[in-house]
């Protein structure tokens, strides 16, 4: 197996495979630097990209500087990541054929403002890279946030009808 990095046209920089790969191989793994998830933060506090991977619980990050950190994020992706015993290896979930970028779903979290939006070109793409609980908690908070002023207008006029009733 060897992989090479080239420009994408997901986003930057790639990696892709210049042989074939079995399914459920190991194309790689995710390693660097291991961080405290405040260490993280306040390293990267004001940088737009970074290459955190969050191992079990998110509280300790690898900061990458390894061949896996230029992996795109795909979601139809060709590879998984699957973490065994405080390490983390880039799987293949199907068969692989020479030339295919490799690509795993980021399942991002944590990210803020940022709205991570996705450029894999899948056909049932989901247009963020975010986690699907991810999507849900975060859409969940935007309504809590939009809902609180339409909430109080509605009780404003419930309030204002039944005063009219109760002058009448
Ligand atoms: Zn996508």
Same mark, same amino acid.
């Given at each position: ?73 795909? +979601? ?18 199907? $068969? ?23 450029? +894999?070109?899948?056909?049932? +793409? ?16 935007? $309504?809590?946030?939009? $809902? ?21």
């Amino acid at each position: 197996m060897a992989l090479i990095i080239r420009s994408s046209a997901i986003h930057a920089a790639g990696c892709y495979t210049t042989t074939a790969i079995r399914k459920g191989a190991r194309v790689a793994e995710y390693t660097g630097h291991r961080l405290t998830k405040a260490e993280a933060d306040a390293a990267y506090e004001a940088s737009p990209i970074t290459y955190l991977f969050g191992l079990g619980d998110g509280s300790i990050v690898i900061d990458g500087h390894c061949t896996a950190m230029f992996i795109n994020h795909s +979601c139809d992706a060709n590879c998984e990541t699957s973490e065994v015993r405080g390490r983390v290896w880039i799987k293949a979930i199907r $068969k692989i054929a020479a030339g295919e970028e490799i690509t795993y779903d980021y399942c991002l979290y944590d990210g803020g403002d940022d709205e991570a939006l996705c450029n +894999c070109g899948a056909k049932r +793409c989901r247009r963020t890279m975010y986690s699907k609980e991810e999507v849900r908690r975060r859409k969940a908070a935007a $309504k809590k946030s939009l $809902k609180k002023p339409v909430k109080k207008k509605r009780g404003k006029r419930k309030a204002g009808k039944s005063a009219k009733l109760a002058l009448a």
